[in-house]
Nanobody, 124 residues
Framework: QVQLVESGGGLVQAGGSLRLSCAAS????????MGWFRQAPGKERVFVAA????????YYADSVKGRFTISRDNAKNTVYLQTNSLKPEDTAVYYC?????????????????WGQGTQVTVST
């Protein structure tokens, strides 16, 4: 069992940055691939970024490549999402998720554990 708690969301102007964090409970955090997803009002939850269990492979949605960076610290049981050059269309609830090693990184249904989400709002 893994419990995930996101933090770091908030209101930011377009062009600004936020660093999202996801703290995991349990001693098996390093066993899981981790992902960030987002869901805007009235829309489906979509893939944003993922990182493998070792932290040496990362994956990004085309919409965030070059602006967002995912990283993890297995010693701290935490995964991060650095978001830069934010746009109004990045406004959403951001969720972190944990899945077993080797899952397709962009597949929502592949992740077993989910956090409650943190709201990111980007104003014009």
């Amino acid at each position: 069992q893994v419990q995930l708690v996101e933090s770091g969301g908030g209101l930011v102007q377009a062009g600004g940055s936020l660093r999202l964090s996801c703290a995991a409970s349990g001693r098996t955090f390093s066993s899981y691939d981790m992902g960030w997803f987002r869901q805007a009002p009235g829309k489906e939850r979509v893939f944003v970024a993922a990182i493998n269990w070792k932290g040496d492979r990362t994956y990004y949605a085309d919409s965030v490549k070059g602006r967002f960076t995912i990283s993890r610290d297995n010693a701290k049981n935490t995964v991060y999402l650095q978001t830069n050059s934010l746009k109004p269309e990045d406004t959403a609830v951001y969720y972190c998720a944990a899945g077993y090693r080797g899952i397709p990184p962009e597949m929502v249904s592949g992740y077993r554990y989910w956090g409650q989400g943190t709201q990111v709002t980007v104003s014009t």
